[in-house]
């Protein structure tokens, strides 16, 4: 079993950032495929950014390319995603995910373990 815990949202004005954290605890994290995804009222849960087991691969979804940054250290069991030249629109509720089975970053539908979610709100 594996614990998620995001952390690191808060308020910010439109052009600030924010680094957000995703600890893990009960098992190492370095079997795992993990993403970012966001959610907002009424909405589906976005994908953010994603990156490979052992870090070396990394993708961003186009809404937030060039502002975003994933990242991970396997040794502190954490995923992290610097983020960058916020704007309203970023405003949502920011979850992590893990997945040990990943082959297609576009594709999250087998998901192991998701975390709390943690808020960031973005004003103008």
């Known amino acids: 079993q594996v614990q998620l815990v995001e952390s690191g949202g808060g308020l910010v004005q439109a052009g600030g950032s924010l680094r957000l954290s995703c600890a893990a605890s009960?098992?190492?994290?370095?079997?795992?495929?993990m993403g970012w995804f966001r959610q907002t009222p009424g909405n589906e849960r976005e994908f953010v950014a994603a990156?490979?087991?052992?870090?070396?691969?990394?993708r961003v979804a186009e809404s937030v390319k060039g502002r975003f940054t994933i990242s991970r250290d396997n040794t502190k069991n954490t995923v992290y995603l610097q983020m960058n030249a916020l704007k309203p629109e970023d405003t949502a509720v920011y979850y992590c995910?893990?997945?040990?089975?990943?082959?297609?970053?576009?594709?999250?539908?087998?998901?192991?373990?998701w975390g709390q979610g943690t808020q960031v709100t973005v004003s103008t």
């Open positions: 990156t490979s087991n052992s870090g070396v691969i990394t």
């Open positions: 995910a893990a997945d040990s089975k990943l082959t297609d970053f576009r594709v999250w539908a087998g998901v192991d373990y």
């Open positions: 009960g098992r190492t994290l370095s079997s795992y495929y």
